[in-house]
């Protein structure tokens, strides 16, 4: 499960997007009239339209009735359609929502291969989620439903975007832990992966996993942002909408900001107390590894200069590990996956590297000199560390040289 909790360290949650864009976006773009001319043309109504997944704002009878089509030029057509794919969006990541919760949240057979607190990891409040899409639509249908010549659709998401935050931002958070829980279940208990696959093979699922469905609201909410990206770029400079959409933008880019921070934090907690379990601080002062502004910098392994015996002046190297934190500095041995420690100093107060005259002294060519100037024995101790490469090396002498 440790691996599985760290399956993601080397990339952010925003690698799971894959943006499709619209196939109205593809056609040639043309000069645009002035808004006042196509404002002549709309038609006002009072009734939302619902709108079909797929659906083209021109393919609508609402529109073709209304001669739109007839009098805007085809970048005005492209921005109609472009607003248009945000609502016809939302219905389809609403309808796969729906699934998620009414065919496995819901689930009963589902939830008796679960603990109480397993099923909240899992589905954490995607039911929330979907209850802030269903009312995102229906204000977006609302809108198409006054006049089917949108004028606008940043002001919608504007008005959504505060309890979007307080809905994604933890959602996402929580994704590592969705995704660990799924596969070791899968692996060690035989009733939840025998009651999954019967769920996933159902023709509602469309042959989408479980996994599949846990991600659609952060690749939601990085779709809407490319989104209001694309009608900004066609709409019109001075146009009344452009203030709303910049703001709504914004917006958008702030949640999903908030979601990769809270992501990357819960992972450096989660290295963190696995480390913690590893670590074996025998007779030397303990220090507690896990603190809200603690990360891991740099790790690895790498060798130390030392003396066969006190009568034997015979330089050899033996191997050490350090785990460089943002502020503290272990040096261990490494036996089989776990560390005993041998000594910690403050970082970087009481670090610093210096190079060495290799060829001098006879030592190896990538080595330098690691200097503790106060250890947890209060006292100052030194030691050659050598690499196994140029590049390794110059790696550890910038991050023990830096300040994080």
């Keep these: 499960m440790k691996d599985d909790l760290h399956r993601l360290k080397d990339g952010l949650l925003s690698e799971l997007i894959t943006p499709k864009y619209l196939q109205s976006l593809q056609t040639p773009m043309t000069r645009a009239e002035s808004p006042q001319r196509s404002a002549r043309h709309a038609t006002p109504r009072s009734q939302p339209i619902r709108v079909t997944p797929s659906t083209l704002w021109q393919d609508l009878d609402e529109v073709k009735a209304s001669g739109l089509l007839s009098s805007l030029t085809a970048r005005e057509i492209r921005l109609q359609e472009t607003m248009f794919e945000l609502i016809g969006s939302e219905a389809s990541y609403l309808r796969s929502l729906g699934v998620a919760v009414n065919h496995f949240y819901k689930s009963q057979e589902l939830k008796q291969t679960l603990s109480q607190t397993e099923h909240h990891i899992l589905f954490s409040k995607i039911q929330h989620v979907m209850v802030a899409s269903e009312k995102f639509l229906t204000d977006l249908e609302s809108r198409l439903g006054e006049n089917v010549l949108i004028p606008q659709v940043g002001d919608v998401v504007l008005q959504h975007c505060k309890h979007f935050q307080t809905l994604y931002v933890p959602y996402v958070t929580n994704m590592m832990y969705q995704e660990a829980l799924i596969n070791e279940k899968l692996q060690h208990n035989r009733i939840f992966l025998y009651t999954l696959k019967k769920l996933e093979s159902d023709p509602v699922c469309q042959r989408k996993t479980l996994k599949s469905f846990l991600v659609l609201p952060f690749q939601r909410i990085t779709r809407i942002k490319l989104l ?161 490469t140029r590049s390794e090396k110059e790696a550890w002498m910038k991050a023990l040289s830096s300040r994080h």
């Design 228 to 388: 209001l990206e694309s009608i900004l770029k066609l709409s019109e400079p001075d146009s009344d909408s452009v203030s709303n959409l910049k703001k709504a933008i914004d917006a958008i880019h702030e949640i999903v900001t908030e979601c990769d921070k809270g992501v990357r934090k819960m992972k450096q907690i989660e290295e963190l107390v696995c480390l913690e379990m590893l670590l074996d601080f025998g007779k030397v002062k303990s220090v507690p590894m896990v603190t809200s502004k603690r990360f891991l910098v740099h790790h690895g392994a790498l060798k130390q200069l030392t003396k066969e015996s006190a009568y034997n002046l015979r330089m050899s190297f033996v191997g050490v590990y350090l785990h460089l934190f943002n502020d503290l500095l272990i040096v261990s041995m490494k036996k089989d996956e776990r560390f005993k420690v041998m000594d910690h100093a403050q970082f970087p107060e009481h670090v610093s590297v210096q190079p060495v005259k290799t060829e001098v002294l006879g030592l190896p060519s990538y080595s330098f000199l690691l200097h503790l100037s106060k250890t947890q024995t209060g006292h100052p101790t030194a030691m050659i560390i050598a690499t196994d």
